[in-house]
């Protein structure tokens, strides 16, 4: 008769678990929180022991391990709303069973003498380096998959929406998330989002936005003084269009909502367009991917300040 010291099957459960819900927060590109991670992987150790004693029997059911993979991912990703959560607990079990093949394919290999399965738990004489190994080989066939399958992307994953406020009044648009946009302020080297000046509208005042022109040209007539330090001058470059210009107008904020993520950016400033961006107006404005990397360092610096 083996001995199980439920120590170990705690510790392999907890550091499977804990891998598995790093890599899904990787695949996703989300804020990595260690602490909600190790609360939520040892919930799923402590389930898995409870299991195996067969405690409760009704541990042992499916609905229950569906119950406890919800909570599970709710604690380490806290997600906004029900559809966050059902894409993060779909990815979550995805990796999941990746995960469980490069182990099962691990133990083939090395064919322990004594493993068997009881109550939905795995037990045997396996040293935990096998069971970190598989997970450290699924990590890495999960993102290299992923990561094939994000270059496929068409342009119609490549939207969101976002809120631009300035002086108290908000515009949503459709946005679409151009890599080949790489334009920035000059001076300051913020990034710029390229909007339509229709989409404008109702947050700007006519006398700028009829003029844009000849305040380009110098004219500062038309200029009303709350707008006078918002106002700028942003040099571009575009096929068949060597060396234009663009009246830029920083903004109080934009929000920049995804399907996992909703960001708020400060540091960024909006280029008036004024034609059109899309001849079907499937979009209204074009952002570059280092908006995202504008807001997470807006972010880590805010951490930063507050400690």
């Not at 499916?62 to 559809?83: D, L």
């Not at 109702?202 to 004219?219: A, Q, Y």
């Not at 107006?281 to 908006?291: F, N, T």
Request: a positive charge; hydrophobic letters at 45%; proline letters at 3%.
């Amino acid at each position: 008769m083996m001995t199980i010291y439920l120590d170990v099957v705690l510790l392999e459960n907890l550091c499977m678990n804990y891998i598995i819900l790093f890599a899904t927060n990787y695949i996703l590109k989300m804020k990595a929180h260690h602490v909600r991670f190790m609360l939520s992987a040892l919930l799923g150790a402590i389930y898995a022991i409870v299991s195996y004693m067969n405690i409760l029997p009704i541990y042992s059911y499916w609905i229950t391990k569906i119950i406890v993979s919800v909570i599970m991912v709710y604690i380490a990703y806290y997600p906004k709303n029900g559809k966050q959560l059902l894409k993060q607990t779909m990815l979550f079990y995805l990796i999941s069973f990746v995960f469980g093949g490069c182990a099962f394919a691990l133990l083939y290999i090395v064919k322990p003498q004594e493993i068997w399965f009881q109550n939905g738990v795995f037990i045997g004489t396996y040293p935990i380096k096998i069971t970190i190994l598989g997970a450290i080989l699924g990590f890495t066939i999960s993102s290299i998959t992923f990561s094939l399958i994000k270059k496929r992307l068409t342009k119609k994953d490549m939207f969101c929406k976002i809120s631009i406020f300035i002086e108290g009044k908000e515009s949503n648009l459709k946005a679409m998330i151009d890599t080949g946009n790489i334009l920035k302020e000059p001076i300051t080297q913020i990034p710029v989002i390229i909007v339509e000046k229709r989409a404008l509208s109702h947050i700007l005042s006519p006398k700028i936005l009829e003029h844009i022109d000849e305040i380009l040209g110098g004219d500062a007539d038309n200029i009303e003084p709350k707008y006078a330090t918002r106002l700028r001058i942003i040099p571009f470059s575009s096929v068949g269009k060597e060396n234009g210009i663009l009246l830029g107008i920083k903004p109080d904020k934009v929000v920049v909502t995804t399907d996992e993520t909703e960001e708020t950016i400060r540091q960024v400033i909006i280029g008036i367009y004024t034609k059109e961006l899309s001849k079907r107006r499937e979009y209204s404005a074009l952002l570059g991917l280092d908006i995202f990397e504008r807001s997470k360092d807006e972010h880590e610096f805010s951490e930063t300040i507050g400690r």
